[in-house]
C-alpha cells in the first residue's frame, strides 16, 4: 500500500466533493435523526439537524433561518447563502414541507 499526503484544506474539499455525491436513504422521517438537512416549506427555508421527530414535528439544533439562500445551487453545493440568522432549536411542522436537501456542510453559526 502506498501512502499520499496532502494538506488539511485539501482534505477538506476532497472530502465535501466526495459527500456532494452522496446518496441519503430515507425509508420514514425517523431516518432523518442525526442527519443536516436544508428544509423548504411553504412560508419559509430553514437549516439543521434533525435531533427528533414528534408526531408531525422535526426538531432541528443549531438550526437557522434562511432569508435568502441566494444561487441555490450555490448554496446546495457549497453551502454558500446570503442572508441567515441562527435560531437555536427550532420545530418544523413535516405538513408544511414542500421539499428538503442534505445538508453536507457546517451549520451557519453567524448572522449574516
Not at 64 to 71: L, P, T
Not at 99 to 105: A, C, G, L
Amino acid at each position: 500500500m502506498k501512502t499520499i499526503k496532502i494538506s488539511e484544506e485539501t482534505y477538506e474539499k476532497i472530502k465535501e466533493q466526495l459527500n456532494e455525491n452522496e446518496v441519503v436513504d430515507i425509508t420514514n422521517f425517523d431516518d432523518l435523526i442525526g442527519k443536516k438537512f436544508l428544509f423548504r416549506t411553504v412560508t419559509y427555508h430553514v437549516v439543521g439537524q434533525v435531533i427528533k421527530r414528534l408526531g408531525n414535528f422535526l426538531v432541528l439544533s443549531s438550526a437557522s433561518w434562511v432569508a435568502d439562500s441566494g444561487r441555490f445551487m450555490q448554496a446546495i453545493k457549497d453551502g454558500t447563502l446570503n442572508e441567515v440568522e441562527p435560531a437555536g432549536q427550532v420545530f418544523v411542522n413535516l405538513e408544511t414541507v414542500t421539499d428538503f436537501y442534505p445538508w453536507v456542510h457546517a451549520l451557519p453559526t453567524e448572522q449574516k
